[in-house]
């Protein structure tokens, strides 16, 4: 298997964004660029021809999970992920480091990676999760499906990542809750870089495998990461753990990363991606970037539109006869109406999770060819 590279089609003059080609041995992806979030090697409610036609370059999986069930002997027996579950195009596998901080401090004090305002407790040294133990070796998990102890570190982690058989995988590293202190942030950044190490001595050279930045909301943190994580060999970087309680300091952040990062590398902000923050992330030179937003808001029965969200499960809904966005091209707005969709999903129908999805993920990655379109242009 080849490792991918970036080839640089244009630069802004304006910005850090930049227009390019991600090759990879499963095709090349245009980027910028949604990677789409296939958990368990499925996009939920949709079929991957679904998933493709609603314009789904690339997809990532998660490590933990797939780990958990079915298990990745069963995956690479089946012949890797991407015949095990039918898509032809690239794929990337997660470490299992986003579960440390969802299974572990996310789970105990109800965060998101992005905002805290009104959490007064704090994570320092002495704090240590309720359902998890992290140690220099790796992270203890009790497993949601049955509660025994599942161990994963960097070893652990790139072993299954190679039997899973993605194009890209990334190194381990714990993503720092976003009311974790300065103390606490700096001695897992420490540990991170020395996990880094061990995913490269350990990886399958076959691979390409990304490093992951972290530092939180502490800008000298996002700095020395960035320099001590770029200085490595890896085939491209991701962006990891959290921002602190606003969007601004998220942007702040990215701009310290990405200008200690190669320029001829891959970057890729892993977990962040509403519509509004788009053009925000492009802009500091992100090239692909995955977030569970198109599909997790559809199931809960929201629709991302040009004039703003709409909310289906509302009865207004049932008198009216338009599409959801009459400016969209999408299949779902050129057969269905707001008042068939209401409909369904007022019936709690499973057909109205599909529609959504696909609908949402046609406008998030048609925003995203806007904004290759606008590179392209000049006009960012």
Not at 279 to 296: A, H, L, M, N, S
């Amino acid at each position: 298997m080849a490792r991918v590279s970036l080839k640089i089609l244009k630069r802004s003059r304006k910005s850090r964004a930049r227009l390019g080609l991600l090759r990879t041995p499963h095709g090349v992806v245009e980027t910028p660029a949604l990677v789409t979030v296939a958990t368990q090697a499925a996009v939920k409610a949709l079929t991957v021809e679904q998933a493709e036609s609603a314009g789904s370059q690339l997809v990532i999986c998660n490590t933990f999970h797939l780990h958990l069930k079915p298990g990745e002997k069963f995956v690479k027996a089946a012949g890797g992920l991407h015949k095990f579950m039918g898509w032809s195009r690239p794929i990337m596998t997660d470490s299992g480091g986003f579960q440390v901080f969802s299974l572990g401090f996310g789970r105990d004090f109800g965060l998101s990676k992005i905002g805290y305002k009104g959490l007064t407790a704090k994570v320092g040294l002495k704090h240590k999760p309720k359902l998890l133990a992290i140690t220099e070796e790796g992270v203890t998990f009790t497993s949601y499906l049955d509660g025994r102890k599942i161990f994963l570190g960097p070893e652990e982690s790139m072993k299954i990542q190679a039997a899973l058989g993605a194009d890209i995988a990334f190194a381990f590293d714990e993503c720092t809750p976003p009311n974790a202190d300065r103390a606490y942030t700096k001695m897992s950044v420490a540990r991170t870089h020395r996990w880094a190490l061990r995913c490269l001595q350990s990886r399958d050279p076959k691979q390409s495998l990304y490093g992951i930045v972290q530092g939180g909301k502490f800008k000298d943190l996002r700095r020395e990461s960035a320099k001590v994580i770029a200085a490595l060999p890896f085939d491209g970087f991701g962006i990891g753990g959290e921002f602190g309680d606003d969007k601004r300091t998220m942007t702040k952040m990215l701009r310290v990363v990405v200008r200690e990062l190669p320029e001829d590398k891959p970057r890729h902000l892993l977990g962040i991606g509403h519509p509004e923050d788009i053009v925000r992330i492009v802009k500091e030179g992100v090239d692909t970037f995955d977030c569970t937003v198109p599909t997790q808001y559809a199931r809960h029965g929201t629709a991302f539109t040009t004039r703003g969200r709409v909310e289906i499960n509302s009865s207004k809904h049932l008198k009216s006869r338009w599409p959801l966005d009459a400016a969209c091209g999408c299949p779902v707005c050129a057969k269905y109406s707001r008042a068939y969709l209401c409909h369904l999903y007022r019936a709690k129908e499973m057909t109205a999770g599909t529609l959504l999805t696909i609908h949402n993920l046609w406008y998030f990655n048609e925003a995203v060819r806007r904004v290759r379109e606008d590179i392209r242009r000049g006009r960012i």
